[in-house]
């Protein structure tokens, strides 16, 4: 815990983000109430709108009814040194709290999981068979619906899979959902790893289960997204920690994974290699080593696409440049310009990772280095790399200007790890309510914008 006095500078600082944090949350949320916030750009002619009707009273009940929830599980101690009963109990909460979340929105799950507009995948999975999807894959993606053309076959393929517990339409959408939820908990691997902290893991899940854009979007395939890219985070902690030689083959795989289902979160090879290097200074890797055992990953990696084409007719690379060409035209299509977006993304991702989650990220940035920390320890400590290099992956990735519009929900696998620097700070704030009131703002503009925003048109 901090004192106060002895810590005054940083004590000073976390409250200050803190209540900034609040402030613009508070802000956002009136902004959803009034129907006064413009989620997108008018000028850059693509937003959300309002639903209709008006304020619904009763979503505040659900809010408490949330609110109550969450503090109750809160008010639990953390006595063990993993914190994984507290994980469990989050994940069966989340789950409640997202069915009823959604029990009193405008569009029910099953209608966005079928309709063609929304969720093309689904159309997509019950007109083709595996086999001939990945054998055909470019001449069908030209066929099917506009959505669809800009996706690479996983998510499809994934939609099958699932239809193999349930081909119930309205059970399809909640198994979207849980395995979405699963995503906790290597989230929380990867803050115990990076972090050493029980607590900071168990608040990083918390954060991760109620991030906006994961939830706002539900039952649409973009939630699953961070679930893969926190599988290769992950294994890249568990490389960096044992040296295992598993972990890199592993990684080489789970590569091909991640492009096979989307290729926009290679960006986060920003975050991953500014991880690599500072354990690599703090002489916590050898250099021989690494590369060594990084060379097995590129193999497993070439070994894995080798197998996909030799197997199925699917080439990789080949469907990966006819996706990026196709967003390139969409952009030129819809007329959507590159200044406009450079500047309108970073408001939409705001609201898509929480304002008080960024605002702490941007707090964690100088943290270490008021601490009392020299400035290589400083600028070698994990909550520094990580902060810095999420603010890089964010900024590289709009300045790509592929995606224009609608990042709260392309840019949903970012806003999880927003969920980190956050986390930790909240874990060591010396105030027990600064992480509930983290996770309440959060559970607010979740509440409200779920009744008064069409993120999703059928």
């Known amino acids: 815990m901090f004192s106060f006095w002895s810590h005054k500078p940083v004590t000073i600082l976390l409250l200050a983000g803190l209540g900034m944090g609040t402030v613009v949350a508070l802000g956002v949320c009136y902004g959803i109430a009034t129907k006064s916030l413009v989620l997108g750009s008018i000028e850059g002619r693509w937003t959300y709108q309002y639903v209709r ?23 639990i101690p953390l006595r063990t040194r993993t914190g994984v009963l507290h994980l469990a109990l989050w994940i069966v909460f989340a789950t409640g709290a997202h069915w009823l979340l959604r029990s009193h929105a405008r569009s029910e799950m099953k209608a966005i999981f079928v309709s063609p507009a929304a969720n093309s995948f689904y159309t997509t999975a019950q007109e083709h068979h595996p086999a001939d999807l990945l054998a055909r894959f470019n001449r069908i993606r030209r066929d099917a619906p506009w959505h669809g053309r800009s996706n690479m076959p996983g998510k499809t393929l994934l939609i099958q899979g ?16 849980i395995t979405s939820n699963l995503g906790a908990i290597l989230i929380f691997g990867l803050a115990r790893d990076l972090f050493e902290s029980p607590r900071t893991a168990v608040h990083a899940a918390v954060l991760y289960l109620f991030t906006p854009a994961r939830v706002l979007f539900f039952p649409l395939m973009n939630s699953v997204t961070p679930l893969l890219v926190l599988g290769c985070a992950w294994l890249l902690m568990r490389w960096l920690r044992t040296g295992a030689h598993v972990y890199p083959v592993a990684i080489g795989v789970a590569l091909y994974a991640l492009v096979f289902f989307e290729p926009l979160p290679l ?15 703090r002489g916590e890797i050898e250099w021989e080593r690494f590369l060594l055992q990084g060379c097995a990953a590129v193999v497993a990696f ?60 941007c707090v964690a940035v100088a943290y270490r280095r008021i601490t009392g920390s020299g400035w290589r320890a400083s600028l070698l400590d994990p ?43 909240c874990s060591v704030a010396g105030h027990r309510n600064a992480f509930p009131v983290v996770l309440g703002v959060t559970l607010l503009q979740l509440s409200l914008a779920v009744a008064m925003v069409r993120f999703v048109v059928t």
């Open 162 to 177: 699932l239809t193999l517990i349930s081909t119930r339409t309205d059970v399809l959408p909640w198994l979207v959902i």
């Open 383 to 425: 909550l520094t790399v990580i902060s810095v290099g999420l603010f890089a992956v964010l900024i590289t990735t709009n300045l790509l200007g592929v995606n224009r519009g609608e990042v709260l929900r392309l840019w949903t696998f970012l806003a999880c790890f927003f969920q980190l620097p956050a986390a930790y700070l």
């Open 302 to 361: 070439v070994a894995t696409f080798e197998a996909v084409v030799f197997l199925t007719d699917f080439n990789l690379l080949r469907a990966f440049r006819q996706i990026g060409a196709h967003a390139i035209e969409f952009n030129e299509l819809e007329a959507r310009p590159y200044a406009t977006w450079v500047r309108a993304n970073l408001g939409e991702f705001i609201f898509a990772a929480g304002p008080c989650q960024i605002v702490l990220a």
């Open 267 to 281: 960006v986060m090879g920003l975050l991953f290699l500014s991880v690599i290097f500072a354990a690599a200074v």
């Open 53 to 75: 009707q008006p304020f619904p009273v009763r979503q505040l009940l659900v809010f408490l009814a949330l609110a109550a929830g969450s503090a109750g599980l809160l008010s």
